[in-house]
C-alpha cells in the first residue's frame, strides 16, 4: 500500500516547486486543493489527457492566466494526448522573491 497526503495539509512557505506525474490522477488531486497559498509555488505537471480540467483547478487556487504555459509532450507519437503544464509562481510579500520583481527596481523580472 502506498502512503498519500493531502496537498493541503504540506506547509507551503517551505516549498518552491512541485512536480507531479501521476499518470491522470493530477485533476483529482487538484481537486482536492483548498489553499489559495499554493500560487506561490510553481507546478510543473504532466497532463495525461486531462489539461482542461489541470488548468481549471490551477485558476480556481490563484493562478493567473498568464503565469501558466502548456508545454507540449516531447515525444508526442509515443504520448498522444499528453503535455506538461507550468504554472509560475505568483510573487508575494509571503515568499522571498530573491532579488527579482517590483520590491527590487533594479532587478528584471525572471519570467
Same mark, same amino acid.
Given at each position: ?21 501521476? #499518470?491522470?490522477?493530477?485533476?483529482? !488531486?487538484?481537486?482536492?486543493? %483548498? ?8 507546478? =510543473? ?8 480540467a ?10 493567473? #492566466?498568464?503565469?501558466l504555459?502548456? !508545454?507540449?509532450?516531447?515525444? %508526442?507519437?509515443?504520448?498522444p494526448?499528453?503535455?506538461?503544464? =507550468? ?25
Amino acid at each position: 500500500m502506498v502512503k498519500t497526503i493531502d496537498l493541503d495539509s504540506l506547509k507551503t512557505s517551505k516549498i518552491d516547486v512541485v512536480k507531479m506525474d501521476v #499518470e491522470g490522477g493530477e485533476a483529482a !488531486i487538484l481537486d482536492a486543493v %483548498q489553499n489559495r497559498d499554493w500560487r506561490f509555488v510553481t507546478f =510543473l505537471i504532466e497532463c495525461h489527457n486531462t489539461e482542461v480540467a489541470v488548468l481549471a483547478n490551477l485558476q480556481r487556487i490563484g493562478f493567473a #492566466e498568464s503565469h501558466l504555459q502548456k !508545454i507540449p509532450h516531447p515525444y %508526442q507519437q509515443a504520448h498522444p494526448g499528453h503535455c506538461w503544464i =507550468l504554472a509560475r509562481a505568483m510573487r508575494s510579500l509571503k515568499k522571498p522573491t530573491y532579488g527579482y520583481g517590483p520590491h527590487f527596481p533594479s532587478a528584471t523580472s525572471a519570467f
